[in-house]
């Protein structure tokens, strides 16, 4: 540490500040593993993107490092430079050092705040190894330095000129390993929420390069002239959209922006995600409800108005005028009140009537001035009422049949003993033979197994009440217990872990995808709790002495014959596919709790997974030829 520092009252209370930061991390960025690693990431972004939604700032560019260290630069103003009056140092470093007072000063503006509000540039330093701040302001460079979880070892000072014109903040950190699990950067994690900062914040652009590698790239720049209507086009390219142009309507009052972009298309999922201040609203709120309830009112006004609905027809639902819509929501909010447990849920009442208004006015004008468009929309949303109606029938047929004895629907479910949910599960199981074999070799007090035989059917092109005229999807649902649609309840879960055992080649790839839009569709609440897992089958056994050890890959092999004595002798065999090992083998490299390995399926962005989903399982053949070709381990960033 620098000699010349003289530590007085201040900068103890800041030590100890930024201490406790480094005692509990998690209270600041929730989790310490690879993504409180990215949150480091955001949180300097997120005073860039202020900056932009400020007015100040047009270009970003992140680097990650060599070494893994990350820069972050914009064109700003620069963080201020003068003397705090608070603190009596630079205002660059009490940004930097001063936990909770790091925020802005002065209100009014949008700001990001994911979380901290803006104080998390304090946060980054003190769980970093090292940082360094620069600032291009008033025709001078000026810098600062940080070592050791936020401590000063070089006060801000001026270190050189520059054109007056030049003005902007870089800021360069690296995460402290004491405190993260790991210290690898992903890019595709980072270029997915890039490029969607870069669709909210239209006209933004936004570079982001890897430099870890010495390949001499130049990186990839999103900026989008049109924001949320490209989001849109960019959700739909692998859709069928069944008009063309992108609806797109905005306003305006007392501060708060509210904007809105959609499309429908022939699918018959529905894509609606709302952002407030370029945060996802996962849980929605007042504004995505009040475009929802002015989106049914305006479409069965006009349905009537022009007799396509008659008198004695039933009004449309929410449900039916959502079918294959695409649609983003944003809304910029001085002051936003998130609610609900993890914070998802814009709670402003005030925003409900606004988003009403400007969507009602803008949509009813749209239907009005594009009558041929209309009449495509409304046939489309009236089809999606007579296919709830024929599902409702199919539901309960359904229902009907699960208040039978469950062992007996098909026969096909060889449940388990115990009815304790907490500690029961299910294996769906990839062909016959593989299921007989696991029936013998699980433990029939805890283990279900459902076999499949043969292919399940793709919900991406099929509607609900196709689906449930499907009978292993049937015998899903019903074996769940949650119901599905309207009707889902999570509290009704049969098992705790549902398991998804499909052999380690592509067409075990291929069910496994099927039946992950299946969960991801119909149940996704399911896999967002964490219910659902793929079995993962070793590739090798290694035979030494009396030990014999199962390997899931060729790293994994080679890296425990290493570890074995070389003048030990040993024997390698490939695995065969699950349905050439007999019950004892199954028990042992897959199913028995104690040694078997999961993959808990985990979907960090619903946003990307719905669009990889579409292109994996959509109208679009090439994409998904493609993609199974090149990855028949599955989706990376998505972690399935
Ligand atoms: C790479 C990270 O931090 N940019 C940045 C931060 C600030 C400003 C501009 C800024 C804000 C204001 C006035 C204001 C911050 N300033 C502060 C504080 N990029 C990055 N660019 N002038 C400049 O909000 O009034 C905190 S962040 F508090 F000092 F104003």
Redesign the pocket.
């Known amino acids: 540490m620098a000699e010349n520092l003289h530590y007085n009252e201040n900068d103890i209370q800041v030590l100890e500040g930024l201490e406790a930061v480094r005692k509990r991390p998690g209270m600041y960025i929730g989790t310490t593993d690879v993504k409180g690693l990215h949150h480091l990431v955001w949180e ?1 972004i997120d ?2 993107i ?2 932009a939604l ?1 007015g ?2 047009n270009h970003i560019e992140v680097v990650i490092n060599k070494g893994n260290s990350v820069t ?3 064109n ?5 430079v003068g003397i705090h009056p608070k603190t009596g140092i630079s ?1 660059v470093e009490t ?1 930097y050092t001063v936990l909770h007072a ?5 209100e009014g ?1 949008y700001k990001v705040s994911g979380g901290l509000h ?1 104080v998390g ?1 304090s946060v980054v330093n003190a769980l970093s190894k090292w940082v360094t701040v620069t600032v291009y302001k008033d025709g001078k460079i000026y810098e600062t330095k940080f070592e050791n979880g936020g401590k000063t070892v070089q006060k801000l000072t001026e270190i050189g000129t520059c054109e007056p014109e030049r003005t902007g ?3 360069s950190f690296k995460p402290d390993p004491d405190i993260f699990d790991t210290d690898i950067y992903d890019y595709e994690t980072l270029k997915v929420r890039i490029r969607e900062l870069a669709f909210l914040n239209k006209g933004l652009s936004i570079t982001i390069r890897d430099d870890r590698d010495d390949k001499d790239t130049t990186g990839e720049t999103f900026k989008y002239d049109g924001g949320i209507s490209e989001y849109v086009r960019y959700l739909n390219q692998n859709k069928t959209p069944i008009h063309n142009e992108i609806i797109h309507l905005e306003g305006e009052e007392d501060g708060i922006i509210f904007e809105v972009a959609m499309q429908y298309n022939s699918g018959y999922q529905d894509s609606i995600y709302s952002f407030v201040n370029n945060i996802n609203t996962h849980d929605g709120g007042t504004h995505e409800e009040g475009v929802r309830r002015a989106l049914t009112r305006v479409i069965n006004n006009y349905a009537r108005k022009t007799n396509m609905l008659k008198e004695k027809d039933e009004s449309l639902t929410g449900d039916d005028v959502k079918e294959g819509l695409t649609m983003i929501v944003s809304c910029k909010h001085p002051n936003p009140q998130f609610e609900g447990q993890t914070k998802g849920r814009l709670g402003n009442s005030e925003v409900r009537k606004l988003a009403d208004n400007v969507f009602s006015t803008g949509f009813e004008r749209f239907l009005m001035e594009n009558p041929t468009e209309a009449k495509i929309i409304v046939e489309k949303t009236m089809t999606a009422a007579r296919a709830r109606v024929a599902a409702k029938k199919a539901r309960e047929v359904a229902r009907r049949k699960s208040d039978l004895d469950i062992v007996n629907f098909g026969g096909k479910l060889e449940d388990c003993k115990e009815k304790d949910p907490s500690i029961c599960e299910i294996f769906i199981v990839e062909g016959d033979s593989a299921g007989g074999s696991a029936v013998k070799g699980r433990d029939s007090m805890t283990q279900a197994i459902l076999p499949l035989r043969g292919k399940i059917l793709n919900v991406e092109k099929a509607r609900i009440d196709r689906a449930l005229s499907n009978e292993e999807i049937r015998t899903i649902i019903t074996a769940f217990g949650t119901g599905i649609g309207q009707e889902f309840d999570l509290s009704k879960l049969r098992y705790n872990k549902i398991i998804i055992m499909t052999d380690a080649d592509v067409d075990g790839s291929h069910i496994r995808v099927l039946l992950l839009t299946l969960f991801y569709r119909f149940f996704r609440p399911i896999v967002e709790a964490g219910h659902v897992y793929a079995a993962q089958p070793p590739l090798f056994c290694i035979k030494h002495g009396k030990t014999i050890k199962y390997v899931l890959n060729e790293q994994e092999r080679d890296s425990y014959i290493a570890s074995l004595n070389p003048n030990t002798k040993y024997d390698i065999k490939r695995m065969k596919g699950l349905g050439e090992m007999d019950a004892e083998e199954l028990n042992v490299t897959t199913m028995d709790i104690n040694q078997r390995v999961l993959r808990k399926i985990t979907v960090d962005d619903a946003i990307e997974a719905d669009a990889v989903f579409s292109k994996l399982m959509g109208e679009e053949v090439e994409p998904r030829r493609k993609f199974i070709e090149e990855n028949a381990q599955f989706v990376k960033n998505l972690d399935i």
């Open positions: 300097i005073n860039s202020d900056e400020a100040y700032c972050v630069k914009d700003g103003r620069g963080i201020p205002t940004v790091g925020g802005k000063f002065g503006g803006g540039a903040t870089t800021v």
